[in-house]
């Protein structure tokens, strides 16, 4: 991995260390993982980026204690990369990291990185952000997701009413959207609701066209009481009968004409009550159901009733 070998493809390296890292003794994981920490130094962008992602996918492999004491500072000193690029691999690796984890201790890291980062008034940044908030809001502490992520959407929100560009303006506007749909997922507390209200009314103020009726479809959800969602759905399940109903009607009444062209077409033409006294005196030579299928009756008349 030295600066003048490595190349864009050998990302296969980090690959390969994490399909070998199961079957390893722990001492041998644990000088792994420091030779992966100390590469957060390599003078190569690429192999700083392949880096953070690698330590996205070994999270799961590790202790808490093994992340606290290796993965997390090594997290924080990418995220801090003097390379745009390797700060934006970064962000969720941390946010993946926090959401494992759970750790009011690491959930409060992660809240200083993010605030970092968003200070740098960067749209690509920004968005990564809020594809991460998207990402781990269903998944986080109820008390983080509240009180630091929900305020930093509303934050992003008002902040993005003076932005100039209207092609950055929507792409934030479409993120922030995503992130607030992934809150509908979860039950909320009526406090925290009527909060992301709030923030959807909001944004609803600036939103274009495209974007209206998704937002005003999700307070819709969020503005309706849970007694009259609850009603909205019994009268969805009192209109499935109804529908099967409708379509027994139609079906009966699709037979009784077939009986009367079945009759009609028996006799030459000469009336049903001939037609059902051979019928019931047996004899008709073909059944009412073989007649239908030869005939493709029912086709017959679906076509009449179309024309």
């Avoid at 700083?48 to 330590?55: D, E, F, G, M, V």
């Avoid at 690491?106 to 749209?123: C, G, M, R, V």
């Avoid at 109903?245 to 033409?269: C, H, I, P, V």
């Avoid at 009550?273 to 005196?281: D, H, L, Q």
Wanted: aromatic share 6%.
């Amino acid at each position: 991995m030295e600066e003048n070998s490595w190349k864009k493809g050998q990302e296969y390296i980090f690959k390969d260390i994490i399909l070998i890292f199961s079957s390893i003794s722990e001492e041998q994981k644990e000088a792994i993982v420091i030779q992966l920490c100390d590469a957060v130094a390599h003078p190569v962008p690429q192999v700083r980026c392949s880096l953070a992602r690698t330590i996205k996918n070994l999270v799961t492999a590790l202790t808490s204690v093994e992340i606290n004491r290796r993965l997390l500072p090594a997290l924080i000193t990418l995220s801090n990369d003097v390379d745009s690029t390797v700060r934006l691999s970064s962000i969720q690796p941390v946010g993946f990291l926090a959401m494992t984890l759970n750790d009011d201790s690491i959930l409060e890291k992660f809240a200083a990185q993010i605030d970092l980062l968003l200070s740098q008034s960067s749209t690509e940044i920004l968005l990564e952000v809020l594809n991460t908030f998207q990402t781990i809001i269903p998944f986080i502490k109820p008390t983080f997701r509240d009180k630091y992520i929900l305020e930093k959407l509303m934050v992003i929100g008002n902040s993005n009413q003076n932005e100039e560009n209207d092609k950055v303006k929507t792409d934030v506007i479409r993120a922030l959207i995503d992130a607030y749909r992934a809150f509908s997922t979860i039950s909320q507390h009526k406090s925290s609701a009527e909060k992301l209200c709030n923030c959807l009314r909001a944004l609803l103020e600036q939103a274009g066209p495209i974007e209206k009726p998704q937002i005003s479809s999700l307070l819709n959800d969020l503005d309706l009481p849970a007694h009259e969602k609850q009603g909205n759905q019994k009268d969805r399940e009192k209109e499935k009968p109804r529908e099967r109903e409708e379509t027994d009607k139609e079906q009966k009444e699709g037979e009784e004409k077939g009986k009367e062209t079945f009759a009609f077409l028996s006799t030459g033409g000469k009336g049903s009550e001939e037609a059902e006294e051979k019928r019931v005196s047996g004899e008709t030579n073909e059944t009412f159901a073989s007649f239908l299928e030869k005939a493709n009756i029912f086709d017959f008349w679906s076509k009449k009733k179309a024309n």
